[in-house]
């Protein structure tokens, strides 16, 4: 945690267990703590993702919808999955400018979509427009991780026609997104709605994305 007289701000850090140390790039010099965080939400005890969704809070992934409620089974809009994976890649947001008329620069998601456009994350729904606060669709999310996942120089190839032959749904999976579905599935990070349903075209819930990212970043998870 970093504070230079404004907000504490996350800067993340791997924990070294056998070493009791904990390790993390900074950029500049400014006072810094470090604190193990907790999350309290009333409103995920029994949910599916309880345990994914704690990790992503304390790892400053993703936040409440309001004072100890997270919201679990609210779709996401696309400024927010954006956001949740440019805090999950630990991507610097050095301006709040892009090309799309619809993200004004004092939007609270400008600089998180900023950084993602500039690191090949993200596409606008056309050259000047993101639509920002349309929901997220799984087929989207998938696209975003694949991209994320070549960003950070990861293998992303998987045969379509094999990952995703289990089910009855794929070919409502867009063209554009095949690829990306594929190495989402293939790699755990996206499951199906059922054991045999994909619905890669219905929107994406707070608690999906949040173990899909949790997921991501730590290679297991709770589902």
Do not use: C
């Amino acid at each position: 945690l970093a504070g230079d007289g404004n907000a504490p701000t996350y800067v993340g850090g791997t924990v070294n267990p056998n070493k009791d140390t904990v390790s993390v790039g900074l950029t500049h010099f400014s006072p810094y703590a470090v604190l193990q965080y907790q999350a309290t939400f009333t409103d995920t005890a029994g949910n599916w993702a309880a345990h994914d969704i704690d990790v992503a809070a304390a790892h400053a992934i993703t936040d409440g919808v309001a004072p100890g409620l997270f919201g679990p089974n609210l779709s996401l809009t696309r400024a927010t999955f954006v956001t949740m994976l440019v805090r999950a890649l630990g991507l610097q947001s050095s301006s709040t400018s892009t090309a799309f008329t619809d993200v004004s620069p004092s939007a609270w998601y400008a600089g998180p979509i900023a950084a993602a456009v500039r690191a090949g994350l993200v596409r606008g729904v056309s050259a000047t427009s993101f639509s920002p606060d349309t929901l997220l669709t799984r087929a989207e999310m998938a696209a975003m991780l694949a991209r994320a996942a070549s960003y950070q120089g990861k293998q992303t190839h998987a045969s379509a026609s094999s990952a995703l032959a289990g089910f009855s749904d794929a070919a409502s999976v867009p063209s554009w997104a095949a690829a990306s579905m594929a190495y989402a599935v293939s790699t755990g990070l996206i499951r199906g709605e059922s054991a045999t349903t994909l619905a890669p075209q219905g929107t994406a819930t707070r608690a999906q994305a949040a173990s899909i990212l949790v997921r991501y970043l730590f290679g297991s998870a709770g589902n």
